[in-house]
């Protein structure tokens, strides 16, 4: 069960160590190189928006999308401070689950933004391919990683990074795109390429909510975002979408990005959300393929009264039924045995 308050940890240390200043270096470097050069042109190069307008392609969202990019740093700005505090400055999700994680996203995000903004495609995407695998490898260490549970942990120290795993998902299929546009191929091929990306986004938010125990709904909602403002985006599309594709291609995937982004990730969420509700309450798993019936927990608050208990008794009571069964089978196969042998001895 989650709670509200922060537990402690009267045994770890609670002197500073190296991550936890690395921790602070890179988030440091990374807002103020990734603000510099991308958007305030300290290198003179074009901004990351105007080259998001020269790259364009029928996936980009609207630029109200990257707003996304302020909750992000605000957030792992809270994460810089919250892990020197002597709470969770030694802990484990900060020293085993981040790790030196965090300190290689940095890296390969400011990779990306100077190669993208010296328009070195190429090179902008294999740090963007780069940076997604780093923060998986964050994510997947952070889940495997013993929590405390609780809510102050989660919006400290774990959806900070949930929050960028999920934006630069979206981002990695945007900058294939962008590789295929910056090579001027012709539009059937940015349209398969188009299309696929977002099959493979979709696939990723149905990964991410039914085949692992513990959803990360951080990572589908942020795509439930992604493809929203790609439909905003070809409402009124640019004109390098409107000279490359014909209006009935714009408006097939404007519609599909609506009914994923709108209908059917929110349905997915909702969906999930109703099969962890029915095990956890009614703790009957029907039918017999439900993959959380073999490993389904009795959990029983105290002011639940005898209903948990009853739901004990009957699992107890199948399970007593089912040896019976077994005992049964047995006995007859047992019975067989001897009729067979007697015949034989017989002859």
Known sequence: MVTCCPSTNETAPKRLNLKNILNVLAYGANIALTYGVGTAGWLDTPSNGDLSDKYQTIVTPDSKAFSIWAVIFVFQAIFAVAQLL?????????????????CVVCALQIGWTFTFAYEIIPASLACMLLLWLSLMGLLYSQYYTESDTTLWEFWLLRFPFAIHGGWITAASALNVNVQVVSMEEE??????????SLAVLHAISVWVLFNIPRPNWTIAGVLSWAFGWIY?????????????????????VKYAAFAVGAVIIPAQILLRLTLLTRVRLTLVARPKWNPYKRNAVVVVDEDEGEGGSNVEEEESEEEEEEEEEENRFDEKTDESDEEVSKVGETA
Do not use: C, H
Not at 187 to 196: D, P
Not at 232 to 252: A, Y
């Open 86 to 102: 002597p709470r969770y400055r030694s802990s484990d999700m900060v020293q085993k689950g981040v790790g030196l994680w965090y």
């Open 187 to 196: 539009a059937y091929v940015q349209l398969a390429v188009a299309i696929v």
């Open 232 to 252: 905003v985006e070809l409402q009124d599309p640019n004109e390098l979408i409107v000279t490359t594709f014909d209006p009935d291609i714009i408006n097939g």
